[in-house]
Structures are given as C-alpha cells and as structure tokens.
C-alpha cells in the first residue's frame, strides 16, 4: 500500500502553477494585494493539477491518537492516562478540535494507532480501532519501533485519508493526541534538520525549566543511542511516534489522491518531515495551517519551504490550528472562482 501510494505521487503541475499565478494578476485588485492568499490560491491550483482550484470542502480532521514509551523519562507533565481520557472527550465532542470542527462543519474522525490503555467501545462510530501497539518503546534507550510496525502505522494514515475522501472530503486537516509526543517531535526535527536538541526542544503541554533541562537531555540522548543514515523511515522508526508515523501516512495517502491537507503544529510538521523524506512531491499538496509555540516548528516548516497561515502562539494539537486556517484556505481558493477581472468588470488597469 505504501509503495503503491508513494507511486500515485505527483508534483504541483508547472503550467497550472503559472497559469493560477497569471490570472491571479487579471483579477479585480492590485497584483499581490491578496498577499500569503494569492500564493495558497496558486499552489492548490497546482497541487489539483486544475485552474481555478477546487474550493476545499467540505473538510475532514484525522485526530490520530498514540502513546509514548519515552515518558517515563519524565519529559512531560501530565500523565499517559490523558492521552486516552482525551479520546473518549473528542468522541464526546468536548474538546477545542469538536468546537473549532464544528465552526466549519468538518467532520472529526479519531484514529487509535497506539494508545496504551484500552478504549471503550465507541457508540458513535467515529472512533477506528487500528492500534499497533501498547504506546512506542522510550526512544531514548533504542529504538521506538520496529521498521514493520513504522510501515503498519504509515498505512493506517494511507488507509484513513482514502476513507475520508472516499466519504466525500476535498481537504483533510491532521491532527494528534499523545502525552509526550513533543519530544518525539522534537527528536525527529533535530535528526532531520541536524539542529541541536536545545533549538528544537520546547515545553510541550506546559513544563517547568528543570524538567524542560531534563527533556533535552532526554532527547541529545535519543539521538545518540538512535544513530540514523539520514533515511526518513530508519529516523521515524528510531525516534519517532505512531501517530506521526500516521499523519505521514495521511498526508501522502491525500497526495496521491490529489487532495490538500491542512496542516496542525509541531507534530504534524515533524510528521510532514517523514512524508517529505519518502515523497518530496507530497509536501506540494500541504498548507501549513499555523506556527505553534513549540520552538522547533518554524525550523521544521523552513526546512520544508512551508510558511504558515495564522500565529496565535497556539500549542494545543489536536488539529486545532488547522481546522481555524481552514476558512483562509477556502477563501484563497474562491477568489479564484468569484472575483470579476479587469475586462469583465470593465475595470481599467494601472
Ligand atoms: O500542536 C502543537 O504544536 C503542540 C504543542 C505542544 C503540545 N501539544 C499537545 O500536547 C501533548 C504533548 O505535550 P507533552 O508536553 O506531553 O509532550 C500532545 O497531545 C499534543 O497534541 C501540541
Ligand atoms: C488536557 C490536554 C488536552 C490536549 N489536547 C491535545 N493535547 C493535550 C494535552 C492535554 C494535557
């Protein structure tokens, strides 16, 4: 499934990409007034091989859940008991990503691919039970996986965005829930960019400056028991979480269906790391949907060309950031579709 994916994968189409650009110039506004919305508008042209681009929506959010064996270093502060309690309040629609979701009539799908307690059953439907294994092993003492559960937890997110699309979505927005997963990420940005752990390391869900001294320790460690040859699948598997792995899986299952994907924070962005390094044409079909607070996402989305949206100092997850960039996007893409040129508006040029 994976290399079949990794296959379907096309590159933004250079004479759309011009074409969108030029007849942003023919619409009924100065050149480049629409600034960062002209240059989304563009690169979903494309990215959908087709101009003027289809408006993104209706949208879909992916929360994909996972635990972290790395947490008994003491990298987080709140217990791996709320990575599951979290689950059962996104099913219950009470979390920020239900409100934001709602907001924008996108659909919320959780996807357990490696939470460490059991779930209860879910009368909602909306919960897929594609659990890998028990949470990661600590990623600081070996690796977190092995390179079969890596590819089983990337097909999931191959799985999940076909069936998203498959139920009629024309934008797919990532999302995570993990205690202890912004050491994970930060472990995959340092090993994919070659930054120091201190540049990448931030203070997760809240840490104070001891136990955020001890998280980058933790994570100088990783990458020194975990020595990587750079490839993206060996750093993921070393050092990376399920749920990443997922999310890399998600994004290059929509890229090759041609369907953009929004962008959430830190662990998205490390997660779009991984789809990078397997397929560098699948970061042509994403928009970073927001700069998190978390110190290593500028470094991630830089290393990926991306720029973000909205920066609101968001460090919350979950999809959150994405899902409020949404509207933006859809914006960008309508301009396209509604607004008058110069001639038909007999609007005369400069
Ligand atoms: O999206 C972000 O950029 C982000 C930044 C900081 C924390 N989080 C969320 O907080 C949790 C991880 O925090 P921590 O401190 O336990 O590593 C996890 O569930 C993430 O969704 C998310
Ligand atoms: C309460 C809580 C909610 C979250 N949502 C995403 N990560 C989270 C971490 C915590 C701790």
């Known amino acids: 499934m994976l290399d079949e994916t990794l296959a379907a994968i096309r590159p933004a189409d250079a004479g759309v990409l011009a074409a969108a650009r030029a007849y942003q110039d023919r619409l009924t506004k100065p050149p480049g007034s629409l600034g960062v919305l002209e240059d989304v508008a563009v690169r979903l042209a494309g990215a959908a091989g087709v101009t003027p681009p289809p408006i993104p929506e209706p949208a879909a959010l992916a929360i994909f859940a996972a635990d972290h064996g790395v947490h008994a270093q003491g ?73 079969a559960q890596a590819v089983a937890a990337i097909e999931v997110g191959i799985e999940v965005a076909r069936l998203l699309v498959a139920d009629g979505a024309r934008c797919l927005i990532t999302g995570d829930m993990g205690i202890a997963n912004t050491t994970a990420s930060a472990a995959l940005i340092a090993a994919f960019t070659g930054h120091h752990p201190s540049a990448v390391t931030g203070r997760g869900a809240g840490l104070g400056d001891e136990a955020y001294e001890n998280k980058a320790r933790v994570i100088v460690r990783a990458l020194q028991v975990n020595p990587t040859d ?10 990376g979480g399920l749920e990443h ?15 953009p994907v929004i962008l959430d924070g830190v662990i998205s962005g490390a997660a779009a790391m991984v789809a990078h390094g397997l397929s560098p044409a699948s970061i042509d079909h994403c928009v970073a949907g927001h700069l998190s607070a978390e110190p290593g996402h500028r470094l991630a989305l830089a290393h990926l060309g991306l720029r973000p949206m909205v920066r609101l100092e968001l460090r919350l997850g979950e999809g959150t950031g994405g899902l409020l960039a949404h509207p933006l996007v859809c914006a960008a893409a309508r301009v396209m579709h509604e607004v008058a040129t110069f001639d038909s508006a007999g609007v005369s040029e400069k």
């Open 75 to 147: 990298v987080s502060q709140w217990p791996q008991e709320v990575t599951a309690q979290m689950v059962a309040n996104f099913l219950a629609g009470g979390a920020v990503a239900n409100v934001f979701a709602n907001q924008i009539g996108a659909s919320v799908t959780v996807v357990d691919v490696g939470v460490k307690t059991d779930l209860p059953s879910d009368p909602t439907g909306r919960l897929l039970s594609r659990k890998i294994a028990k949470g990661t092993a600590d990623l600081s003492l070996g690796a977190a996986m092995t390179r």
């Open 230 to 239: 750079g490839q993206a699948l060996n750093i993921l598997m070393s050092v």
């Open 245 to 259: 792995a997922a999310i890399a899986g998600f994004i290059l299952g929509a890229a090759a269906l041609r369907v």
